[in-house]
């Protein structure tokens, strides 16, 4: 379908802000210029608010004023500026980068081919040059390089040529621009030497310069692969229908978009749970490496939640919708990924804006040396070689690459390690970060609690207490059902609410809930508080038989004294603020060790200790669950949430962390500063390049091929450098920081 005959209004989403949204997919970007310019382009119309290039999946993403500017203008500025807009569908775009892909590997293969032999011919030659060459031999040999030269170029260079001339008859300059006139001054030139009956022509020049252009072309190609392989494979975990149960006891599949919070789903056996919900029914083994990172099949019963994208073992099972298709927690993840994406740290628009300065700069400076050397009194064709290698060597790849490569290579490592980044600089000031503040519940323990009192239990009054709780509405009674394991409620349960609920076994009065509710004194609720501090007491009461108290609190992440080891070893200091009763914080904070912690902690009292640190010149990490501490994590020079509460601080948290480990808080700061490094190091890397490599060639040194050469190694050096970030990654946390 061509691009003026769609409606483009009906590809806008609204957003909650009031503006609108809209994705698209963008054909001819080749550069971190290219971004720059849609970017200002867009910038320029009335009531755009956001206009941001994904380089990696070439998708724009635009958030605008409708009443000030129509889709239809959005898409025509995009046309002016000499690109093809496309409504975002990540099938399609996958189709169009691989034959874009597959367009790259054959023009490279052609143009090295073509280059081997040209190479055979022009040695033939530099020797015959030195030695008896006879004019018509040389003459010959040239000719012969120019027919293969000029349909390989032809070839070869057309993702060079078609980028160049879209720009130019957008009237803007990219980075193929010179790259072209390179090229084709060095065949021009080789053509009328070689009329000329010259000793050298430089055939060779220009279809090597293509191949290592076209190395470079493809590996950043196959590297932005990879980028999006990451996204491919979270979506390929999202069921596109659910079997949904009708009320007549009827399964229907239907598209998840009919699926509503509240409706009941079957998942079947070796099936992708559809949707976020809870088991109603049956019995099963799930694999969520997704949510909690284990591969491990975790078992699951009723009244366990479950989350799109896991996968179900050998049971069937049936499942209450909790959420609707779009706000899952795989949706969530996607979206964090995105944003990711496609934010801007501080490295990518130093990048973005040496290369809006490059292409004025670099046909300034071969113009300057072409006319310098003419006044120096050399020829003007000796002259324009110089301004070619000049031309060419100068060409930014390097820094084109140097950020987006190591933000790739560590956002793929930050993945795999359990940490999806919700910040564009979300790297930069997690390797700044030197102080560490945790918050306790939800961060440093589990999100859930736990039974901390079984094994001394009368025999089977767990088990009773455990199906009495299946009939209560209060949020700790899952800790007793996870404990017993029961299945089974009791009928005829009555429910007293502030108290418990109780019922009739064996001809006697059953009851759990509170201490009081059980007829257990104060003073034994203090005596075992003694032993659990912060701990909530449950009881529960069989007959005339004495009361069992049930203490239940959240316990430390299996991980976390380890972890909070490590990070002490690196030299971190460690804080905990909580909202939590004295006793518990003190118990947590004397088990890991951390001398600096306070309890009772208000939002605004987390806030004002921050604003303390950060007077203090320290650069804050705040780990928190983001229910009441949204504020911190906004205030924290960089923060982490779990993934357990990023519906709640996805605003606010720079990343999030997956699964019950405290690890990935580890491996993020230990990732981030080794991705620090290679940053600086790719961008001294271009600099130095250019610092060297431009002198050289503006005095006369360089040939083209040459400058080809050592502007492709360049860019292979600052990639190669980019990917040692993969070297040892999932042990991120043993290397030095």
Same mark, same amino acid.
């Given at each position: ?62 958030? &605008? ?16 500026? @000499? ?77 060079? =040529? ?49 191949? =290592? ?34 009320? /007549? ?12 919070? @509240?409706?009941?789903?079957? !998942?079947?056996?070796? /099936? ?40 179900? $073992?050998? $049971? ?63 020829? &003007? ?50 390797? /700044? ?97 003694? &032993? ?11 007959? /005339? ?138 961008? &001294? ?32 050096? !600052? ?19």
């Amino acid at each position: 379908m061509s691009g003026h005959t769609r409606d483009w209004e009906a590809f806008v989403t609204p957003s909650d802000d009031g503006a609108v949204h809209m994705d698209l997919a963008v054909e001819g970007i080749t550069c971190a210029a290219c971004m720059g310019e849609i970017e200002r382009g867009l910038g320029r119309l009335p009531g755009i608010r956001k206009a941001r290039v994904n380089l990696t999946s070439q998708r724009l993403a635009v958030d &605008w004023d409708q009443s000030a500017t129509g889709a239809d203008e959005i898409v025509a500025e995009l046309t002016r500026l @000499g690109y093809t807009a496309h409504p975002f569908d990540p099938a399609s775009q996958k189709d169009r980068q691989d034959r874009t892909g597959k367009i790259l590997l054959r023009s490279l293969a052609v143009a090295g081919f073509a280059g081997m032999n040209i190479m055979l011919l022009s040695i033939s030659v530099w020797s015959g040059n030195a030695t008896d060459i006879t004019p018509e031999t040389r003459d010959f040999f040239h000719w012969l390089s120019a027919l293969i030269a000029l349909p390989t170029v032809a070839y070869a260079g057309r993702p060079f =040529f078609t980028s160049a001339l879209r720009s130019l008859m957008a009237g803007r300059l990219n980075m193929d621009v010179p790259i072209v006139i390179g090229v084709t001054l060095a065949v021009a030139l080789s053509l009328v030497q070689t009329i000329q009956h010259h000793h050298h022509a430089y055939f060779e020049s220009a279809v090597m310069l293509l191949f =290592f252009l076209l190395v470079g072309r493809y590996l950043d190609h196959n590297m932005r692969g990879r980028t999006r392989s990451f996204a491919e494979n979270i979506a390929a975990l999202k069921a596109e229908v659910a079997a949904r149960i009708n009320d /007549d006891g009827s399964v229907r599949e239907v598209p998840l978009s009919k699926v509503e919070p @509240g409706d009941l789903v079957l !998942v079947m056996s070796g /099936d992708r749970v559809p949707v976020d919900g809870v088991i109603e029914e049956g019995v099963s083994e799930i694999d969520q490496s997704l949510v909690t990172g284990e591969t491990v099949l975790q078992p699951v019963e009723k009244g366990v939640r479950v989350y799109a994208g896991t996968l179900n $073992g050998e $049971g069937t099972l049936k499942v209450r919708v909790s959420v609707a298709s779009g706000a899952t927690l795989l949706d969530e993840v996607n979206r964090l990924l995105e944003a990711a994406s496609q934010a801007k740290s501080l490295y990518v628009r130093i990048a973005d804006r040496a290369a809006q300065l490059y292409a004025p700069l670099v046909h300034g400076a071969a113009a300057l040396t072409f006319f310098a050397w003419l006044l120096f009194g050399l020829e &003007w064709q000796p002259a324009l070689v110089i301004a070619i290698s000049v031309l060419i060597i100068t060409c930014p790849c390097a820094l084109g690459l140097a950020v987006p490569a190591v933000q790739v290579v560590a956002s793929g490592q930050l993945f795999r390690s359990g940490v999806l980044l919700n910040s564009g600089d979300a790297i930069e000031r997690l390797s /700044d970060a030197d102080t560490i503040v945790f918050d306790k519940t939800g961060t440093l323990t589990t999100a859930e609690p736990v039974l901390m009192r079984r094994d001394d239990l009368p025999a089977g009054l767990l088990e009773l207490a455990g199906r009495l709780a299946l009939s209560s509405r209060h949020p700790l009674s899952m800790a007793l059902v996870k404990a017993s394991g029961a299945l089974m409620p009791f009928e005829n349960v009555r429910e007293t609410p502030g108290a418990g609920v109780e019922t009739v076994v064996d001809g006697k009065p059953l009851r759990l809930g509170s201490p009081a509710f059980c007829r257990v004194a104060r003073a034994d609720v203090d005596t075992l508080l003694k &032993w659990y501090p912060g701990s909530s007491i449950m009881a529960v009461r069989h007959g /005339d038989d004495d009361a069992a108290l049930l203490p239940v609190r959240q316990t430390l992440r299996p991980d976390a004294a380890g972890v909070i080891g490590a990070l002490r070893a690196k030299g971190y200091q460690l804080e905990i603020l909580s909202g939590d009763q004295d006793g518990a914080v003190r118990s947590i904070a004397d088990e890991l060790r951390i001398a600096h912690w306070k309890s009772g902690v208000r939002p605004a009292d987390k806030i004002a200790h921050l604003e303390n640190l950060t007077n203090q010149g320290r650069k804050v990490l705040m780990v928190g669950d983001g229910l009441n501490d949204a504020p911190a994590l906004a205030r924290a020079h960089v923060s982490l949430s779990p993934v357990t509460a990023v519906q709640l601080s996805q605003a606010a948290a720079d990343a999030v962390f997956l699964g019950e480990k405290l690890e990935p808080v580890l491996n993020a700061l230990m990732i981030s500063r080794r991705a620090r490094r290679a940053i600086e190091q790719n961008l &001294w890397i271009s600099a130095l390049y250019n610092v060297i490599a431009v002198p050289i060639a503006v005095a006369g040194f360089v040939t083209p091929l040459m400058a080809a050469v050592a502007m492709s190694a360049s860019s292979i050096a !600052v990639t190669a450098n980019a990917l040692r970030l993969r070297l040892g990654g999932e042990q991120a946390h043993k290397l030095e920081g």
